[in-house]
């Protein structure tokens, strides 16, 4: 069974960035990964996926501050977040979906997950 741990949160200024990682405990290859968040009292919401063939998928909301990227050579999985927000405060988790292309955000079609990472973003 896959098992996916994220690093990286922290506390960040309006403005500024994070870098967060997810690591898998086996071979990412074959899967399509992507990053979600969630906030206390809202809903999971798709952050960023990247396919076995790198494409990319954004939520709305990221409007080009984050990035997205994999090395598989490594099992790792990034997202670059630029110009930070307080509304970008939230638990991001990184996933796995059994498939190599990702075609959505949708978090019920990712089959594996992490326990999360916090990013707090506050002046």
């Known amino acids: 069974q896959m098992q996916l741990e994220e690093s990286g949160g922290g506390s960040a200024q309006p403005g500024g960035s994070l870098r967060l990682s997810c690591v898998s405990s086996?071979?990412?290859?074959?899967?399509?990964l992507g990053w979600f968040r969630q906030a206390p009292g809202m809903e999971r919401e798709g952050v960023a996926a990247?396919?076995?063939?790198?494409?990319?998928y954004y939520g709305d909301f990221v409007r080009g501050r984050f990035t997205i990227s994999r090395d598989d050579d490594k099992n790792t999985l990034y997202l670059q977040m630029n110009n930070l927000k307080p509304e970008d405060t939230a638990m991001y988790f990184c996933?796995?979906?059994?498939?190599?292309?990702?075609?959505?955000?949708?978090?019920?079609?990712?089959?594996?997950w992490g326990q999360g990472t916090q990013v707090t973003v506050s002046s």
């Open positions: 086996s071979s990412v290859s074959n899967y399509c």
């Open positions: 996933a796995a979906r059994t498939v190599s292309t990702c075609g959505s955000l949708r978090a019920s079609q990712f089959a594996f």
């Open positions: 990247v396919s076995v063939g790198r494409s990319m």
